[in-house]
């Protein structure tokens, strides 16, 4: 998926919902530098600025739930996150954020034992998550290499053309 190097981590809790992520006042465009501005803004509001390329977000429960607008991930993505590690995701979440090509992990946070401003590892080989402040290891599962194809090519929709494009070569 990428190689393994240390991720600033930003800590949310447990049912964190699309309308926390990106509130319905916000919807009115849908340009992902947009929405990325007021991503999490009604409980945290200096994550934009703070937020920098390849952060990672760490969560609880059910991260992701409420409507199943693709708006919520799209800012998440856009706001230079590169992974989401939470205990679960809402379906409908997790396939979107797929769909776009936001890495999403299901794994024990409780046990990372993470704060806000501490810095996580990804070890995609070995399939775990360190916690570089704490030292704490978890396990996590891999995601099929279908996703990783998908997430790898920037979503489902480049996925599709890039697969297009190869059995056209293939035909020819």
Wanted: one cysteine or more.
């Amino acid at each position: 998926m990428y190689k393994a190097t240390c991720h600033p981590v930003h800590v949310f809790g447990d049912n964190i919902d699309t309308d926390v992520i990106i509130p319905a006042r916000y919807l009115s465009r849908s340009e992902p530098e947009y929405l990325a501005s007021y991503c999490m803004v009604d409980i945290d509001p200096e994550f934009a600025e703070r937020v920098s390329k390849n952060d990672v977000i760490v969560a609880g429960s059910n991260f992701g739930c409420g409507s199943s607008r693709e708006h919520a991930p799209i800012a998440i993505k856009a706001a230079g996150i590169r992974c989401v590690i939470a205990k679960s995701f809402a379906r409908i979440f997790h396939r979107n954020a797929i769909n776009i090509g936001l890495t999403v992990i299901e794994a024990d946070t409780s046990a990372l034992q993470v704060k806000s401003g501490d810095s996580v590892k990804i070890n995609w080989e070995l399939g775990v998550i360190v916690n570089k402040t704490s030292g704490i290891q978890i396990p996590f599962d891999a995601p099929p290499a279908f996703i990783e194809n998908i997430i790898s090519a920037g979503g489902l929709l480049p996925y599709v053309t890039l697969e297009k494009e190869a059995m056209t070569e293939d035909v020819r």
